[in-house]
């Protein structure tokens, strides 16, 4: 069964991208539309987010966000068998996006977010980059889906870790140099462990976890950040924090981490990820040991 469905998407992946948008295009009027998927908590988020926009404008960036995450998936799906060429189209940078990742023996540790499309972001990060990439991410519960999406995403030699074994699979690696990516922006499992940081005016929770590993490895920590120049172009681009986030103080690297992703929704508010809560969890006065507040308020 699960070869048969294998060919099946490796079949749709041989369909000309332009068609394939036509495909996106039905997607995004069924789940704007028809299913309405996650419709409340993208407009609650968006609410949240942007309160001084109008109800029509926060709709306009619904409606763009659902044509991204559209556009995402046929995308994803025709890297299964699209040509380097394709990909190197797909993924654009400046020369001097290199200079944060050369001339430097240290590790690498990005900060990265849930912008789109993040899976062509990885395939041309482990396409133009000579050092081991690690990215860690959260497996799939599906078996066919997680075998899948692990072949497209290891296409040029991304090193898949998941974050249910980490050390398991890191070990390998914990004394090469290498560019490791974290997605920072996920809700924390255990929010009684969390940095409780103002998010568009609302104190959220952010997990600990890239900050402590940034000290205790003392890595290099570059925020990377990913834009939708148009269909089927995206830019990359990346920025230098510190070389030495040891010498920070705790909460500090998240505090800029939050001002960093904020900056980037601002710029480009629907091409970020709207539909998952990221605001499900209440703050409440048993957290103020864990609240941080930026030296600018």
């Known amino acids: 069964m699960q070869r048969l469905l294998y060919y099946f998407f490796y079949i749709l992946s041989l369909i000309p991208l332009w ?16 299913f309405q998927y996650r419709r409340s908590v993208v407009m609650e988020n968006l ?23 559209s556009d995402s998936l046929v995308e994803t799906f025709k890297m299964i068998s699209a040509s380097d060429r394709l990909i ?25 977010m849930h912008n789109f499309n993040w899976e062509v972001v990885n395939l041309g990060i482990s396409k133009n980059f000579k050092l081991p990439f690690l990215g860690v991410y959260q497996p799939l519960k599906n078996e066919f889906f997680e075998m899948l999406f692990s072949k497209i995403r290891s296409r040029y ?38 940095w409780w940081v103002d998010f568009f005016g609302r104190p959220t929770a952010f997990t600990q976890g890239p900050e402590k590993s940034a000290r205790l490895s003392n890595n290099r920590i570059v925020f990377g950040t990913f834009f939708k120049l148009k269909r089927g172009i995206y830019s990359f681009s990346a920025e230098v924090i510190t070389d030495d986030p040891a010498s920070l103080k705790p909460g500090e690297l998240t505090l800029k981490y939050v001002d960093y992703v904020q900056r980037s929704i601002r710029e480009r508010p629907d091409n970020y990820l709207w539909s998952h809560r990221r605001w499900k969890h209440a703050y409440n006065e048993a957290f103020a040991s864990l609240r941080l507040i930026s030296a600018d308020r």
């Open 19 to 34: 068609v394939l948008y036509l495909l996106s295009d039905l997607v995004t009027f069924l789940i704007y539309h028809v």
């Open 47 to 69: 609410f949240i987010a942007f309160p001084e926009k109008s109800t029509q404008e926060r709709k306009k960036i619904a409606k763009n966000f659902y044509q991204n995450i």
């Open 88 to 112: 190197e189209k797909m993924f654009r940078f400046e020369p001097a996006m290199l200079e944060p990742f050369l001339k430097t023996d240290k590790k690498i540790q990005i900060h990265a």
């Open 157 to 194: 030699g991304t090193v898949l870790i998941p974050a249910t074994d980490f050390k398991n699979n890191f070990l390998p690696y914990q004394d090469k140099q290498y560019i490791i990516a974290l997605v920072a922006d996920q809700n924390p499992k255990r929010i009684a462990h969390a």
